[in-house]
């Protein structure tokens, strides 16, 4: 039977219009009815989205929906749910989620979200599951979809109630600089888990990975080998504050101080006790002494501020940028919401430290003060799955993020915005002459060595492939 409810008269068609039409089941009779009602009452639920989570830093436990569809919906009353069905927060009476538009909830006054755990969205009375989403570690800061209410899960910046960002940049594009690639070492100088390389001028710092810091000079012939002097000839071994442990040593960076103001050193875990992750800025002085261990005169130990990972899935990268560079570009600082303001710290090295983790494929800037604080100032998505090396480079203001093998070799490079946090700028792939090796490290030479529109780079194989850890290449001025 079909039911018109409408008032007379001039309305009437009107009213009409606005119907929309729905069949009732009732025992063996169907019916088709005629309801009269908003165009958010009509929209289907499945239209509706958990878009974005996040489960730790600046804000407090968020869950994010997003409207696909082309119409408005109501979704007051609907639940949301971590893995706990006792726990729940119901949204407030009167929310409509436009065609497109994303609403962030923050659920910590009813539950919270672990690092790992699940965001369920219910329908009024909380037993119609319309979407969920799992993780296994926190958000760093958010896991995001992408595309908005459609795309799958994955590390991103976070962007509640705006448009996901999740650094994917444009199309990849051919390496910047020439196809060749040499290797730049002696035969099997270095054995394999050579990670983290810094080039200082005339001198290169090198990493690995067994808890040892290289001294580099340059060949003669366009390389790179062990200094023999001070007790850099075999590299040096590292320790922790304190003389014990075996930082498990991943990457390297110098300051604006150079060499005379320590090398800073990242570390994911201490070998001596490696199934437990220690993410650890380490500074060594490294100018002084002819002994071959280095003892870290400071350790900035910031692994309960970050997102759990592996214990061979921490700090896999590490580099430093000037405190004019950011202010001059207007960077935000995530942990006031407001421009960057180095004098609100202590002293500290007059510069930003900014760490990559493999295990999430995240970016953290970090003040770390002389005194010992660290705070967090920046949380970036790289976009990859993994970051092995971060390098900036102060002539091209842009910060390098690199993927080793794992990625097909991918080079990312990211730049301040006009929002005052950094954004994708490009994707490059691998040079076409070097095969898809296992490159951890990466550095490029300063400005002063262009020449002819060219520079040098180079790239440690954690690998020693082939028995070469370094190889050298170019890349445009």
Known sequence: MLEVRARQGRRRLALLRRATLRLVVAGSTTAAVLVLGPAAQAAPADDVRINEVVTTGSVGDSIELFNKGAAAVDISGWVLKDDNNSSKFTVPSGTTLGAGAARAFDVSASFGLGSGDKARLYLPGGSTLVDSFAWTSHSAPSWSRCPDGTGSFGPAALTLGAPNSCGGGTAPEAWPGGGSVATADGSDVFGSDLSGLYQEGSVMWGAQNSGKLWRLVRDGSGGWRPDTANGWTSGKTLRFPGGTGSPDSEAVTLTAAGAAGGAYVASERNGDASGTSRLSVLRYDVTTGTGTTLTATKEWNLTAGLPAVGSNAGFEAITWIPDATLTAAGFKDESTGAAYAPGRFGAHTG????????????????????????????????????????????????????????????????????????????????PTGMANLNNEGFTLAAADECSGGTKPVYWADDSNTGGHAIRRGTVTC
């Open 351 to 430: 510069g930003v430290f900014f760490v990559g983790v493999e295990g999430t494929g995240s970016v953290h800037g970090y003040v770390l003060e002389d005194g010992g604080a660290a705070t967090r100032i920046a949380t970036i998505s790289s976009g990859m799955s993994g970051v092995m090396e971060l390098q900036w480079e102060p002539q091209a203001g842009r910060l390098w993020a690199v993927c080793d093998d794992t990625c097909s070799g991918r080079h990312r490079t990211m730049k301040i915005g006009t929002d005052g946090t950094f954004a994708p700028a490009a994707v490059y792939n691998r």
